[in-house]
């Protein structure tokens, strides 16, 4: 498969983690140079955003920082969250709200103990439109009468909670962000249509033995087994609009540190860390950071599973990329496609030996982030505008 010179729409990426303050303004400048125009923006800062005024807030700082980027604003689903707030959110524009098992990940906390509780709030999410983002785990502290959860069992044991949420509220749209095992490709499929997944860029490049012992492939959920890689990769490409993608989190490092060390809506799930919280000796906070270069790794990824026979190169496959990328998600969304415009814009990525840096700093090198694959090579990325 030649990936010498390619040329595809902007990626939308539907799951987006920019943090706030330094390190917000350290991220977000870089989101344009992984050929990205659309982000949908995960709510769990600290404190978490669970109202309009807000999220409202926290898109105008974002817009500051990257005026030529479509920020689609989430609420973070929290017991303050009443059918009023969901009335209010939707008619400011406020897209969907994130949910997020208690304790599962970053900034958790105050996250869903009794899904049940929160039914009138689906309720009023159902009617007016708004989608419900699902961090598909349950809590480690949890158990069944068959089997303990561990990383590797938190997504499978999650998703009869899935299936019992659709059926439920089967006019309510439904993602299940950032999948990492082939049980919740398969759920989704057997779900309708107002149920799809994301799929991050570095769940198509690593698995759990790549994550043992460095912790800036360490995310929530973890990278999981090769057949399960195999699955995501493969479904990336299958034409099938339940999936798309959503990118993974950012790892920022202390300036001391040395160099060295069905159809699928896509989301990188990029979040910011500082190295002192990564590498304190305590739990290493969870996150990838692929901001700057979404769009590249995807695509090597697939170059990756070509070379390996993992996926089967055919004249659809560029199509189906680029519906992983920018078509599925959007077409969800109901956002408008790019292509759409006068002008549309374009990007062109080409092979010219660029290596992704070490590390990203912020201008006066208080911030530092660790991108993941670091110091790889990686396709050149530009921005071309139509005729």
């Not at 989301?267 to 590498?279: N, V």
Request: proline share 7%.
């Amino acid at each position: 498969m030649n990936l010498d010179h390619v040329s595809l729409p902007p990626t939308a990426d539907f799951h987006v983690h920019l943090r706030d303050g330094a390190i917000m303004e350290a991220v977000t400048p870089l989101i344009r140079g992984g050929g990205v125009d659309t982000v949908y923006v995960m709510p769990n800062l600290n404190p978490p955003i669970t109202n309009t005024q807000a999220a409202l807030a926290y898109h105008d700082r974002l817009q500051k920082l990257a005026p030529d980027v479509t920020f689609l604003m989430t609420l973070y689903l929290h017991p303050s969250i009443t059918p009023g707030t969901i009335e209010e959110a939707a008619r400011a524009g406020i897209v969907g709200v994130k949910a997020y098992p208690a304790g599962v990940t970053t900034n958790s906390q105050a996250g869903v103990l009794n899904w049940e509780q929160y039914y009138p709030v689906f309720e009023a999410m159902q009617t007016r439109g708004l989608v419900l983002n699902l961090h598909g785990e349950v809590p480690g502290s949890s158990s069944t009468d068959t089997e303990e959860v561990s990383v590797m069992t938190a997504e499978p044991l999650f998703l009869p909670t899935l299936i019992k949420l659709h059926r439920d509220f089967p006019r309510l749209k439904i993602v299940l962000e950032h999948c990492t095992t082939r049980q919740a490709l398969e759920t989704v499929m057997i779900c309708g249509p107002t149920v799809v997944a994301t799929i991050t860029a570095h769940h198509l490049w690593i698995t759990v033995d790549d994550v043992c012992g460095d912790v800036f492939n360490f995310c929530k959920p973890v990278a999981k087994t090769t057949v399960d890689r195999i699955a995501l990769l493969q479904a990336a490409v299958s034409g099938n609009s339940k999936f798309f993608f959503g990118k993974p989190n950012t790892e920022v490092l202390e300036p001391q540190r040395e160099s060295g060390d069905a159809n699928v809506p896509k989301g990188s799930d990029s979040a910011p860390h500082t190295l002192e919280a990564k590498k304190s000796g305590k739990k290493a906070p969870a996150g990838c950071f692929t901001q700057g270069w979404t769009t590249q790794l995807v695509v090597a990824a697939i170059e990756e599973g070509v070379r390996r026979g993992w996926i089967q190169e055919s004249d659809a496959l560029f199509k189906n990329l680029q519906g992983f990328l920018s078509d599925y998600g959007r077409a969800f969304y109901r956002i408008q496609h790019p292509e759409s415009n006068a002008r549309p814009g374009r990007i062109i990525l080409e092979r010219k030996g660029e290596k992704i840096p070490e590390v990203v700093a912020s201008e006066d090198q208080s911030i530092q982030v660790v991108p993941f694959k670091s110091g790889d090579e990686v396709l050149s990325l530009r921005w071309v505008t139509g005729d």
